[in-house]
């Protein structure tokens, strides 16, 4: 290749990761109203501060004052339940008919300690009934219960919560848990209430205080998000970061989702759509204790609950993309896979071909080697064309040299000439740089999955204990743009990226110029060292791998080029060209040539005037 196209790929490659990392995700095409809010993490709502009202012991009288007709179920002594299948241990309490604690029970925090998702200090929820005598807090009930404690039973086990209010009428909360699997069905029911309840749709509030569960709290907190998906199916998100976040959403909203990094807390409506739903998040930057607070202000269809269908669905699991999409519509969109155009690239290949190997390889560090071998295969033609276009250029480097030395520092001459020996010889300027391009997608792709991908969580390779998140090999005291740590995988990725470029340079001819393209092929591995140094062990130990398989590949590939042959190629064709035998040359490569043409026309023209202005004078 020569200098223009280095140049050329060096940009484009510039841009990619500039629009990567700097420009934020592009803005759906309907996107409600989300504002930047600046209220404080302690402050409450009225919903909160009804939730955190301490608890009084409520004789007769109070509670008919507080809970009119509901006030025979407001007294009582709250008892605790757990169901557990493989998967999950669930607690319910009798004290509001609902769930106080979830443990997963395949997973555990960075520490190694019980993974707690929700639990009754980090979790509140009220679910506010409107009555003829005033608003009543479902969730400050007490619930009778036949259920006992349940282990593993390989069986769907079904929990019946009923608050008895008056003779044949009742509230009832019903569960359904899976015998394995995250996703717990959930019914609202009121029986007989008609005429004691309004039409007003039921109130739902959740505030949930995020827990640490990986290791990088400024990374969880950068993650940590609420996502939700209207009824016309459009995915929406609040703005992920470490600042206050709040949106109203104007369109019904069919399920939503408390995101952690690798986990997830989410209700789904099965039938009629929430309504007025409002959504926020608040960071304490000095409570390192909690990621974030989010906090689901929604509205429950009371028609639906009237007529018996109010069913809901509840996930607390893991955002794993091969879980996910059998949840609900688009629920697998939890899981960030890139923006649209890298998105399908993870989507059908990545993703698929990763869980695949899963099944024949437990060591992940070697799947992920697996993994490189068999992208570097497809992309086999790709690196052969690529490099048989450079051994092209090589060959003809004696003549570039001497056309430049002739034609002097007439950049745009240059350039004409240039093409007008590609004709000649049959070359395109493009067959070089367009297959390093190609793979571009597939890097930047990766670069998008490997952050999200849960399968990576916890699993260890050599020195690195989790490949889902940095390997801290040396640590010392916080430097800037450095960090407090020295990631060894990403050390011995720019290695190795400097090695290719070593290996590179000596196969490329120097190019003349203002810019030292081979100087600048060693400045970017050590710029791209400080930007992954946090990212997950697996992405740089992909990267490092893929540098040391590519450099093999190109050995085993300059075997079978032949340079002599190369070169009595583009004689022959030279001879064709000039005999008026030859391909005339199409697409893009004529289009070029017709505007250097153009453009060395004009330039002639502006000389003659030139010439034509200072003969008169």
Not at 474 to 486: C, E, M, R, T
Request: aromatic fraction near 10%.
């Amino acid at each position: 290749m020569d200098r223009n196209q280095l140049i050329g790929i060096v940009l484009i490659l510039a841009m990619l990761v500039g629009y990567q990392l700097l420009v934020p995700k592009p803005a759906p095409e309907k996107k409600p109203a989300q504002t930047t809010i600046t209220t404080k993490p302690n402050s409450v709502s009225g919903a909160e501060a009804a939730i955190n009202k301490a608890e009084q012991p409520l004789d007769s009288a109070a509670a008919k004052a507080q809970f009119g007709d509901f006030a025979s179920a407001a007294t009582g002594e709250g008892r605790d339940i757990v169901v557990e299948n493989k998967d999950i241990k669930v607690t319910f309490s009798t004290l509001g008919g609902q769930v106080k604690e979830v443990v997963l029970k395949n997973y555990k925090t960075y520490d190694q300690k019980p993974l707690v998702l929700i639990d009754e200090q980090s979790s509140k929820t009220l679910l506010e009934l409107s009555t003829n005598q005033g608003k009543i807090d479902l969730h400050k009930l007490y619930y009778q219960t036949t259920a006992q404690n349940s282990t593993v039973s390989g069986q769907p086990q079904q929990l019946v919560f009923r608050a008895e209010v008056a003779p044949g009428q009742s509230v009832e909360q019903i569960y359904t848990i899976p015998a394995g699997g995250y996703v717990l069905d959930y019914d609202l029911k009121l029986n007989g209430l008609s005429n004691t309840v309004t039409n007003d749709n039921i109130r739902f509030f959740w505030e949930d205080k995020m827990r640490q569960y990986e290791n990088d709290l400024s990374n969880n907190r950068r993650a940590a998000t609420i996502n939700y998906l209207t009824a016309d199916e459009n995915f929406q998100n609040l703005t992920e970061g470490e600042s206050n976040q709040e949106t109203t959403v104007e369109e019904p909203v069919q399920w939503f989702t408390v995101k952690h990094k690798y986990f997830l807390s989410g209700f789904v409506a099965k039938n009629a759509p929430l309504t007025k739903a409002n959504f926020k998040t608040l960071v304490d930057p000095g409570d390192s204790s909690v990621v974030k607070t989010a906090i689901a202000d929604v509205s429950l269809s009371m028609a639906d609950v009237k007529a018996g269908k109010g069913q809901y669905k509840l996930f607390y699991g893991p955002n794993d993309f091969q879980l996910l999409g059998s949840v609900a519509p688009e629920f697998d969109r939890n899981v960030y896979l890139g923006y649209s155009v890298l998105k399908p690239i993870n989507k059908y290949f990545f993703v698929p071909v990763f869980n695949y190997f899963e099944k024949f390889i437990s060591n992940y560090g070697l799947l992920i080697i697996a993994l490189v071998v068999f992208v570097k295969l497809i992309l086999t033609p790709l690196t052969y064309k690529s490099y048989v276009s450079m051994a092209k250029m090589r060959v003809l480097q004696p003549e570039l040299n001497e056309m430049k030395e002739r034609v002097g520092d007439d950049m745009a001459k240059q350039q004409s000439e240039q093409m007008k020996l590609y004709q000649e010889v049959g070359v395109s300027p493009l067959s070089g740089c367009v297959p390093v391009l190609a793979t571009m997608p597939i890097l930047f792709a990766l670069f998008m999955l490997f952050p999200n991908l849960i399968e990576l969580r916890q699993k260890s390779f050599l020195w690195a204990s989790d490949l889902s998140t940095y390997d801290a090999f040396i640590k010392f005291p916080a430097i800037p743009f450095v960090g407090s740590h020295l990631s060894l995988f990403t050390v011995l990725m720019t290695a190795s990226s400097i090695a290719y470029a070593y290996y590179n340079n000596q196969t490329t001819p120097t190019q003349p110029g203002p810019v030292n393209m081979k100087a600048l092929s060693y400045v970017f591995p050590l710029m791209f060292m400080f930007v992954l140094n946090s990212y997950p062990a697996g992405l740089t130990f992909y990267y490092f791998v893929s540098n040391i398989v590519t450099i093999t590949q190109q050995q085993l590939i300059r075997r079978f080029v032949d340079e002599d042959k190369i070169k009595a190629v583009l004689d022959e064709n030279r001879r064709k060209n000039a005999a008026g035998q030859g391909k005339k040359p199409g697409g893009f490569q004529a289009l070029l040539q017709r505007q250097l043409a153009a453009a060395d026309e004009a330039r002639k023209q502006a000389e003659e005037a030139q010439k034509k202005a200072k003969s008169k004078k």
